[in-house]
């Protein structure tokens, strides 16, 4: 029953079948064909002057030699060969931006069909995702709702790409979002169909139909069920797909997903949106259900497990025989974690997703809330029935341990209270969300001036937030917002960490490296003085230990395991405190360093003119530039970039993921960058970087206060105070390291999220 759903097997309904994919097309018209004439026409007469080939010149843009041919009036812009094919197909398929633009201003005709496919130049560019071509073509009048021989518009032929800032483009044309191909399948089937869950994610937040149907009734999860998608399956359960709606021949969505193969990934999306197996909702145990669905509240809970986890398994292993205690605890983890599991399970979708974490990180949400509590507690006299006053307090722990060092106590109890001012400054501050756009209208503005800016990509607009991204600026899946100099998320402090709570988060880790060494040093000293603070224990009994050192573990279990466990900590800490420091005094953030940068050193002037060169004329009018210079050129850095969204091969083994939650990459990756700064180094330069002093100077002299909340979006580069919010182009004063006084163009490499920072 699998191969019914396959694209060569379903004629009348498959998206993807033989007879209606709109990637289907003949060699001659398609664009999936090559570009040759010579191979498009292998039956043509000989070839002729290149400069009298209408179609070669609009081939390679050369503008120039199609001005002569026109004032020959041997041709006109609106030429067509034996096929329909016209000179703006071929202008458009070969991304000729000035090319089109000077066809159309000589009177091409922009819905022209051709070709055996009978499609516009517009459907040729949505092909090939050139979205550049094809917002001028939209410009100078192009119908996106015409039709191919097949009855594809350009809706269907950009989501069968999978290109998501096409698909935005054509949105904000207020098209139908619901508008079908000859056999009933809307866009969001398609996305749906072709997996491509950022698509879904548009066509649903664009008011698509989740429950529509095709002509042989199968709605968009059962399409998504037949490519085997989780993410997009996800979303329309999100978004209230029907888990029960049956095709014409009385197939459901589970029954669809054991045809496909895909049953698997049908009960875990159900699984973690709270469903059963069979499609129906999960019972809140123990009548919890209203508990349980609250978002603020799970949050909480989330949170303060970690805390109530470690303090048991301390006492575990502090209070029981190692051969039990290490079992006991081990399992009593496990099944916290499958308790906080199941919670998440039948709670919010939030939670769902929090949950989907590396099961281990879910306690290390808050491990470090629990541990310093205990620390806390354990750092000035851990045994309160050992001491001798049957009136132990509190406050007579203080004087036994201030007895023994009080200096180290006094600087232990500063840096400890210190340590978790700064950590619940890190945690509850916004760490710098990028502000929305607020409405369509101002949405639709922003993609415009992008598009004639030639900035229309990834690195300078946000799909998911569908607003335009700062420099520095990054999309936080966990937050799902953009984050104003997103360093990373951090899952110890349950936060982003970006413009606003970077400065408290690095005071954080800073006292908190000093306070787990105070910590240390201060249970060396009592174990030095025994007496004192740990008398010895009566009846101490040790089943592997000599009676030394049963001694020694008795006096006090629980400080010496919770020792062991701050020292294990220790050592990462202090890798993370040192990349810290060290980007700091590089003005980088984690997600810099780990992604690295570059700069676009090239001035407008030099821009234009290889743009000029590139469209085949030195007139910039005739190539298509603005007066700055800037202007749509292929062969440039900024210029028109393929983004399919599509899922990237992440690094999701166990010890990838354990090495980006300690911080273990980013300190490597730090120290190999250091062994190779020099006078030759290869390293892209860091445009945001003024020298070690003023980074420095700028990070802790902000005038921002620490012990509050800063201003939200506003910190110090340069010596200046700059909104990170609002910071689209570097500021004029760091243009410096150009030989132009124009300055260098930031652009970022980062092509891929780090998955385990997110």
């Given at each position: 029953?699998?191969?019914?759903?396959?694209?060569?097997?379903?004629?009348?309904?498959?998206?993807?079948?033989?007879?209606?994919?709109?990637?289907?097309?003949?060699?001659?018209?398609?664009?999936?064909?090559?570009?040759?004439?010579?191979?498009?026409?292998?039956?043509?007469?000989?070839?002729?002057?290149?400069?009298?080939?209408?179609?070669?010149?609009?081939?390679?843009?050369?503008?120039?030699?199609?001005?002569?041919?026109?004032?020959?009036?041997?041709?006109?812009?609106?030429?067509?060969?034996?096929?329909?094919?016209?000179?703006?197909?071929?202008?458009?398929?070969?991304?000729?931006?000035?090319?089109?633009?000077?066809?159309?201003?000589?009177?091409?005709?922009?819905?022209?069909?051709?070709?055996?496919?009978?499609?516009?130049?517009?459907?040729?560019?949505?092909?090939?995702?050139?979205?550049?071509?094809?917002?001028?073509?939209?410009?100078?009048?192009?119908?996106?709702?015409?039709?191919?021989?097949?009855?594809?518009?350009?809706?269907?032929?950009?989501?069968?790409?999978?290109?998501?800032?096409?698909?935005?483009?054509?949105?904000?044309?207020?098209?139908?979002?619901?508008?079908?191909?000859?056999?009933?399948?809307?866009?969001?089937?398609?996305?749906?169909?072709?997996?491509?869950?950022?698509?879904?994610?548009?066509?649903?937040?664009?008011?698509?139909?989740?429950?529509?149907?095709?002509?042989?009734?199968?709605?968009?999860?059962?399409?998504?069920?037949?490519?085997?998608?989780?993410?997009?399956?996800?979303?329309?359960?999100?978004?209230?797909?029907?888990?029960?709606?049956?095709?014409?021949?009385?197939?459901?969505?589970?029954?669809?997903?054991?045809?496909?193969?895909?049953?698997?990934?049908?009960?875990?999306?159900?699984?973690?949106r709270g469903f059963e197996s069979d499609g129906s909702q999960k019972p809140a145990p123990m009548g919890m259900a209203y508990l349980i669905k609250n978002k603020s509240l799970m949050a909480k809970f989330f949170f303060f497990w970690p805390f109530i986890t470690v303090f048991i398994a301390l006492w575990m292993l502090s209070n029981l025989a190692i051969y039990i205690g290490v079992p006991v605890a081990a399992a009593t983890v496990f099944g916290m974690q499958t308790g906080a599991q199941q919670v998440a399970n039948n709670g919010p979708w939030s939670s769902a997703t929090f949950i989907r974490l590396p099961t281990s990180r879910v306690f290390l949400q808050a491990v470090y809330f629990g541990s310093e509590c205990a620390l806390r507690s354990k750092s000035y006299q851990v045994k309160i029935e050992a001491l001798p006053l049957p009136?132990?307090?509190?406050?007579?722990?203080?004087?036994?341990?201030?007895?023994?060092?009080?200096?180290?106590?006094?600087?232990?109890?500063?840096?400890?209270?210190?340590?978790?001012?700064?950590?619940?400054?890190?945690?509850?501050?916004?760490?710098?969300?990028?502000?929305?756009?607020?409405?369509?209208?101002?949405?639709?503005?922003?993609?415009?001036?992008?598009?004639?800016?030639?900035?229309?990509?990834?690195?300078?607009?946000?799909?998911?937030?569908?607003?335009?991204?700062?420099?520095?600026?990054?999309?936080?899946?966990?937050?799902?917002r953009c984050v104003a100099k997103h360093d990373h998320h951090c899952p110890w402090i349950f936060n982003c960490v970006g413009a606003n709570n970077l400065r408290h988060f690095v005071l954080y880790i800073v006292c908190l490296e000093v306070g787990i060494i105070l910590f240390v040093q201060l249970s060396i000293k009592c174990e030095l003085r025994r007496p004192q603070c740990h008398p010895s224990a009566k009846d101490a009994k040790c089943t592997f230990?000599?009676?030394?050192?049963?001694?020694?573990?008795?006096?006090?279990?629980?400080?010496?395991?919770?020792?062991?466990?701050?020292?294990?900590?220790?050592?990462?800490?202090?890798?993370?405190?040192?990349?810290?420091?060290?980007?700091?005094?590089?003005?980088?953030?984690?997600?810099?360093?780990?992604?690295?940068?570059?700069?676009?050193?090239?001035?407008?002037?030099?821009?234009?003119?290889?743009?000029?060169?590139?469209?085949?004329?030195?007139?910039?009018?005739?190539?298509?530039?603005?007066?700055?210079?800037?202007?749509?050129?292929?062969?440039?850095?900024?210029?028109?970039?393929?983004?399919?969204?599509?899922?990237?091969?992440?690094?999701?083994?166990?010890?990838?993921?354990?090495?980006?939650?300690?911080?273990?990459?980013?300190?490597?990756?730090?120290?190999?960058?250091?062994?190779?700064?020099?006078?030759?180094?290869?390293?892209?330069?860091?445009?945001?970087?003024?020298?070690?002093?003023?980074?420095?100077?700028?990070?802790?002299?902000?005038?921002?206060?620490?012990?509050?909340?800063?201003?939200?979006?506003?910190?110090?580069?340069?010596?200046?105070?700059?909104?990170?919010?609002?910071?689209?182009?570097?500021?004029?004063?760091?243009?410096?390291?150009?030989?132009?006084?124009?300055?260098?163009?930031?652009?970022?490499?980062?092509?891929?999220?780090?998955?385990?920072?997110?």
């Amino acid at each position: 029953m699998a191969s019914e759903f396959s694209p060569s097997n379903i004629q009348g309904s498959s998206p993807s079948g033989q007879n209606s994919s709109p990637s289907n097309k003949p060699k001659e018209s398609s664009p999936n064909g090559g570009v040759e004439l010579k191979t498009m026409r292998p039956n043509a007469p000989p070839s002729i002057p290149i400069g009298e080939d209408i179609m070669q010149l609009a081939r390679i843009g050369e503008i120039g030699a199609m001005q002569n041919l026109f004032n020959t009036k041997k041709l006109s812009a609106n030429y067509r060969d034996e096929e329909g094919i016209t000179p703006l197909h071929w202008a458009a398929l070969n991304n000729q931006y000035a090319m089109c633009k000077f066809l159309l201003d000589s009177g091409a005709d922009v819905n022209a069909k051709g070709g055996e496919s009978v499609a516009t130049p517009a459907m040729w560019a949505t092909q090939r995702s050139l979205y550049y071509i094809v917002d001028l073509l939209l410009q100078y009048g192009a119908d996106p709702l015409l039709t191919d021989v097949q009855g594809f518009n350009m809706f269907h032929l950009a989501t069968v790409d999978g290109n998501a800032f096409l698909l935005l483009l054509l949105l904000q044309q207020e098209l139908p979002v619901d508008e079908t191909d000859p056999l009933g399948h809307t866009g969001l089937m398609w996305a749906a169909y072709k997996g491509y869950p950022v698509c879904v994610d548009l066509f649903l937040r664009w008011g698509a139909n989740a429950n529509a149907v095709d002509q042989a009734g199968l709605t968009p999860l059962h399409w998504a069920l037949v490519k085997g998608s989780l993410p997009c399956v996800r979303k329309l359960l999100e978004y209230g797909a029907d888990r029960f709606a049956k095709t014409r021949d009385g197939k459901s969505p589970f029954t669809v997903a054991q045809e496909m193969n895909s049953l698997r990934v049908w009960n875990r999306a159900l699984d973690e949106r709270g469903f059963e197996s069979d499609g129906s909702q999960k019972p809140a145990p123990m009548g919890m259900a209203y508990l349980i669905k609250n978002k603020s509240l799970m949050a909480k809970f989330f949170f303060f497990w970690p805390f109530i986890t470690v303090f048991i398994a301390l006492w575990m292993l502090s209070n029981l025989a190692i051969y039990i205690g290490v079992p006991v605890a081990a399992a009593t983890v496990f099944g916290m974690q499958t308790g906080a599991q199941q919670v998440a399970n039948n709670g919010p979708w939030s939670s769902a997703t929090f949950i989907r974490l590396p099961t281990s990180r879910v306690f290390l949400q808050a491990v470090y809330f629990g541990s310093e509590c205990a620390l806390r507690s354990k750092s000035y006299q851990v045994k309160i029935e050992a001491l001798p006053l049957p009136e132990a307090t509190i406050a007579n722990e203080i004087l036994v341990t201030f007895s023994v060092a009080p200096i180290l106590s006094i600087f232990f109890s500063v840096f400890y209270s210190l340590t978790t001012f700064f950590y619940a400054m890190a945690m509850l501050e916004d760490p710098g969300y990028v502000p929305r756009t607020s409405s369509q209208n101002s949405q639709r503005e922003e993609v415009k001036q992008l598009v004639e800016q030639w900035k229309f990509d990834e690195v300078n607009f946000c799909v998911p937030c569908l607003s335009r991204k700062p420099l520095r600026s990054k999309h936080c899946r966990q937050c799902n917002r953009c984050v104003a100099k997103h360093d990373h998320h951090c899952p110890w402090i349950f936060n982003c960490v970006g413009a606003n709570n970077l400065r408290h988060f690095v005071l954080y880790i800073v006292c908190l490296e000093v306070g787990i060494i105070l910590f240390v040093q201060l249970s060396i000293k009592c174990e030095l003085r025994r007496p004192q603070c740990h008398p010895s224990a009566k009846d101490a009994k040790c089943t592997f230990l000599n009676d030394t050192l049963c001694d020694y573990v008795s006096r006090d279990t629980f400080t010496l395991v919770l020792t062991i466990w701050t020292t294990v900590h220790l050592v990462w800490v202090t890798m993370l405190c040192a990349v810290q420091l060290i980007q700091v005094s590089r003005n980088q953030t984690t997600y810099e360093n780990l992604r690295g940068h570059s700069a676009d050193m090239a001035t407008p002037s030099a821009r234009a003119f290889a743009s000029a060169m590139t469209a085949g004329t030195t007139s910039m009018e005739g190539a298509g530039l603005s007066a700055a210079g800037q202007g749509p050129n292929p062969a440039l850095p900024g210029a028109h970039q393929h983004h399919h969204h599509r899922r990237r091969n992440g690094r999701n083994g166990c010890l990838s993921q354990w090495s980006a939650i300690l911080g273990i990459d980013s300190f490597f990756i730090t120290a190999r960058d250091g062994l190779r700064d020099g006078a030759h180094s290869r390293q892209p330069r860091n445009p945001f970087s003024r020298g070690v002093a003023t980074n420095c100077r700028d990070f802790w002299c902000d005038p921002a206060p620490i012990f509050s909340k800063r201003d939200s979006g506003y910190a110090m580069l340069g010596g200046e105070v700059v909104s990170y919010y609002d910071m689209y182009e570097l500021p004029a004063r760091l243009h410096t390291g150009s030989r132009s006084s124009e300055g260098p163009t930031y652009r970022s490499v980062a092509a891929e999220d780090p998955e385990s920072l997110n």
